[in-house]
């Protein structure tokens, strides 16, 4: 970590994606937007040497913006109340050699206040991040952001009041960190035995429960299970999982190919917006994750659009041969922004653009 902004990326297109979704989600936390200092130092941190002066302007623009938002309804700026939270559910890598990578990211932002009484609200953007690699690292050349795909929030899933989102306020939360890294099996490799490498492991298995071919490829949920479960829990767990994914194929009318009847096609993604320790030792860690899901199909069938849905995961992890390893993924109390008022749902179609393996996030 540079100035509170993850550094030190593989030079490959998974340290690319790593590196945007880093610099995305900085830019887009509530220290950054909030702190000018900070802010500065950060975007010194990510930008390339003749980039840093141009996205520092940008940068201010952006906290200019974003500062009534994170008020809430309070009458003056409560940094420490404030939500600032960037969950990247998506990232395709549009160009990428040895000296110069381009990757757009899907998104969803909460941004709002702990304090007040009006709740946090989420919305959707589409993220273009241009890097260069400097210095034996991946650096910021450019970034521009758009509206992006909407996908509505779960009809099932009430808006929290603002005092529950106390959880996920900076003092108490982390930002979640992608570090590209893929070990053996093209799984996530082993992570420290610290509570940030218990961080990670805790996302990283977020993440991979969430992607399609965890329904759709057996073979792949149960190598998936290997390298991340414990082998004191993998025979149940990975009982669990398998009737979890029949069921999900079932209901979604999904075969084998991940695509329905009519050509649609299933679009699973879980991203972290944040996560904090519930109890930590060099042995044992349980990890509160608050989490993103989309669900559903891109297709012609309207009822099935994709969806979100912000749940908290708790992760309990043991060290267990070098490594963390899961015991447990289970998912706990919602904690629901507001939808935007703004904002209409994409068509179920459109969707199509942010499946596959090819869009998946870099790992933690």
């Known amino acids: 970590m540079l100035y509170g902004v993850p550094v030190g990326y593989p030079h490959t297109q998974a340290g690319a994606k790593a590196a945007a979704a880093n610099y995305t989600t900085v830019s887009g936390s509530t220290k950054f937007l909030t702190d ?16 840093a002066a141009g996205e520092i302007k940008k940068a201010d623009h ?12 309070n009458t003056k700026a409560r940094p420490k109340q404030a939500i600032a939270r960037t969950g990247v559910l998506s990232a395709h890598v549009l160009g990428f050699d040895a000296h110069d990578a381009m990757v757009r990211l899907w998104t969803t932002t909460v941004r709002g206040s702990a304090a007040g009484h009006e709740t946090p609200e989420a919305a959707f953007q589409s993220v ?8 034996n690292d991946w650096k910021l050349k450019d970034s521009s952001s758009t509206s992006g795909l909407v996908a509505p929030i779960d009809a099932r899933q009430a808006s929290n009041v603002t005092s529950d989102f106390a959880d996920y306020i900076p003092a108490t939360a982390e930002d979640p ?10 799984f996530p490799g082993n992570y420290e035995r610290s509570k940030n490498g218990a961080f990670a492991a805790a996302t990283s298995a977020t993440m991979l429960y969430g992607d399609p071919r965890f329904f759709t490829d057996t073979n792949w949920r149960h190598k998936m299970l290997a390298a991340t479960a ?3 829990v993998l025979e149940s767990v990975t009982s669990d999982a398998d009737l979890t994914a029949r069921l999900v194929m079932d209901n979604r009318g999904v075969g084998a190919d991940g695509k329905t009847a009519d050509g649609g096609e299933l679009i699973t993604r879980t991203a972290a917006l944040g996560a904090r320790s519930v109890s930590y030792s060099d042995q044992a860690a349980s990890i509160e994750l608050w989490t993103a899901s989309v669900g559903g199909i891109a297709g012609k069938d309207e ?3 994709p ?28 904690l629901v922004p507001s939808p935007s008022a703004t904002e209409e749902a994409a068509p179920a179609a459109s969707f199509a653009d942010v499946g596959g393996v090819s869009n998946a996030p870099a790992f933690a």
């Open 303 to 305: 009822t099935q659009r």
């Open 128 to 135: 273009t991040v241009t890097l260069a690699w400097e210095a």
């Open 62 to 73: 952006a906290a200019g913006q974003a500062a009534d938002a994170l008020r809430g309804d």
């Open 36 to 51: 000018k200092d900070m802010r500065h130092r950060a975007v010194s941190a990510m930008a390339t040497d003749g980039t």
């Open 177 to 186: 960190v992608m570090s590209g890294t893929v070990g053996e099996g093209g």
């Open 307 to 334: 969806q979100i849905a912000f749940l908290r995961m708790t992760v309990d992890l043991t060290w267990a041969d070098g490594a963390w390893k899961t015991t447990a993924v289970t998912p706990s109390e919602p």
């Open 230 to 232: 414990a082998p004191s």
